[in-house]
């Protein structure tokens, strides 16, 4: 068996409404990324202008990356900091009270390896409320972290993550259970 590169680079991988989309994203990104650290609300302004659904109390980092905006859904009084990669191909869902740490990095998008033309893949990832993506992490798609979890400094989560669990380690592991005190 050989890989069929050129029918992938010439499948049709999106429809002409969205590379429009893309295309009017990519002109706006300087007044996102450029815009003080402060104007959080500003950058909430731009993505729900491309159809990104964001809660109230947001804080999102102008150096954050945002492949499609209208892919994107982020709850109540969550954050995404600095440098982090929203590979958006596929829907990314963020729950509320959830922070997404520095230069992590949520890829909702891969492709069939199964098959020679290597077609793409635009798969979701659910990240639930209360959830802590710790800096460099790597949530890959089609993966849920549940309620509460946490995916530790440099994790790489391939698989769901139960509620209220804190895995780390390449891939993702088990560590133990987050208590709280109260």
Known sequence: MSLDIQSNRVARKWSRKELTGRVFWYLVQPFF???????SGWRCFLLRCFGAKIGYHVYIDPSVEIAIPWHLEIGNWSAVGRGVVLYSFGKITIGNSTTISQFAHLCAGSHDYRDETLPLLKLPITIEDQVWVCADAFIGPNVIVREGA???AR???VKNVDAWAIVAGNPAHFIK???MKS
């Open 33 to 39: 990324r450029f815009s003080p650290r402060l104007c």
């Open 150 to 152: 946490i995916v530790a």
């Open 155 to 157: 994790a790489v989560a």
């Open 177 to 179: 259970k987050r208590e």
